[in-house]
């Protein structure tokens, strides 16, 4: 089954600078790729996703890559500010299912 | 619209009670998904329902646990016995087929 890796475990920025957190997978077939935001205390949040028709997507401040044939995914958050601060997942799925499944976590610190 | 409800938001039992956690999808989402968040372990699927069906229950720790649902607007997660390593924050959520999964708020289990 499909296997998602997540790195860095933590993560810690100065207010301003960008924060990169990276993802691989392993099953060829996945191709839904979304990014959750977890504040404490809180419920995951969508925050991005991506599609295996397309190699990069922006929001703002937010942006997500994709490389299929190296089966690997990135998070790039730039400007960054104290309110980014959270834990962010990635996750994965294929076209035939609706599971997700989850990286196990960064710990995004910015400090002011 | 609401989002999805989960009740009750915090339950202490005493190891070897029954537990039964409770979920309301947002409304015409076909999809439902209990998870289950720890420190250790981060968030796991325990088992998802397309259209009320289940679909994948690999991710249900043992016997003790049990999920129905028996209309598409509520599903119960129950844990019997229950016991001090099922202490947790279990998550519903739910999609419309391979779209956005949406939180609920959780439910903080404690089992003493």
């Known amino acids: 089954g499909e296997n998602v890796e997540q790195h860095p475990s933590t993560l810690s920025v100065q207010e301003g600078d960008s924060a990169v957190i990276k993802c691989t997978y392993s099953?060829?077939?996945?191709?839904?790729f979304p990014w959750y935001k977890q504040e404490l205390g809180k419920r995951p949040q969508l925050i991005i996703d991506?599609?295996?028709?397309?190699g990069e997507k922006k929001d703002q401040r937010i942006a997500v890559t994709l490389n299929k044939t190296a089966k690997h995914f990135s998070l790039h958050i730039t400007e960054t500010q104290p309110e980014d601060s959270a834990v962010y997942f990635c996750?994965?799925?294929?076209?035939?299912?609706?599971?997700?499944?989850f990286g196990t976590g960064t710990r995004l610190q910015v400090f002011p | 619209d609401a989002g999805v409800i989960q009740s009750p938001r915090h339950e202490v039992t005493e190891m070897g009670q029954e537990v039964t956690l409770r979920c309301k999808p947002i409304s015409g989402h076909n999809s439902l998904f209990w998870y289950r968040q720890t420190m250790m372990r981060g968030l796991e699927l325990l088992i998802y329902?397309?259209?009320?069906?289940?679909?994948?229950d690999s991710g249900m720790p043992e016997d003790r646990f049990s999920a129905k649902m028996p209309n598409a607007s509520f599903s119960t997660l129950k844990i019997q016995p229950s016991e001090p390593r099922d202490s947790a924050v279990y998550f519903c959520?739910?999609?419309?087929?391979?779209?956005?999964?949406?939180f609920g708020p959780g439910t903080r289990l404690t089992v003493t």
């Open positions: 991506i599609r295996s028709n397309v």
């Open positions: 329902f397309n259209n009320n069906v289940p679909i994948d």
């Open positions: 959520a739910s999609s419309r087929t391979t779209g956005e999964q949406y």
């Open positions: 099953d060829s077939a996945s191709n839904y």
């Open positions: 996750a994965a799925s294929t076209h035939n299912t609706d599971k997700l499944i």
